[in-house]
């Protein structure tokens, strides 16, 4: 089970440096993913979809192609939590090994 809590600044700015290419914009973490193609894309995004409902908590995220752009925020902090870094973090070993 993961904790769920809001994170300090220094427990977000920690978690920034083990995921490249994410920034905060807007007061969520924020990347652009891109793929080979369409259907690597979906793909992805179906791995990530079964995960996010496993633990119960939901991207925004748009795809045009082969590119999924993602913002994760915990609504009901209004801030980035721990949720988020987990989420992004799966998101990452996913598209590294693809």
Avoid: C
């Avoid at 007061?27 to 979809?49: C, I, P, R």
């Avoid at 999924?68 to 990452?92: P, Q």
């Amino acid at each position: 089970m993961i904790e769920r809590r809001m994170l300090t600044e220094d427990e977000l700015k920690e978690g920034l440096k083990e995921l490249p290419g994410w920034d905060l914009l807007d007061n969520k973490l924020h990347k652009q993913y891109k793929f080979d193609s369409f259907a690597e894309a979906m793909g992805w995004m179906a791995t990530v979809a079964i995960y996010a409902d496993k633990i119960d908590h939901h991207p925004e995220w748009s795809n045009v192609y082969n590119r999924v752009t993602v913002d994760l925020i915990t609504h009901s902090y209004y801030s980035v939590s721990t949720l988020d870094l987990e989420l992004a973090r799966f998101m990452e070993r996913v598209f590294r090994t693809g």
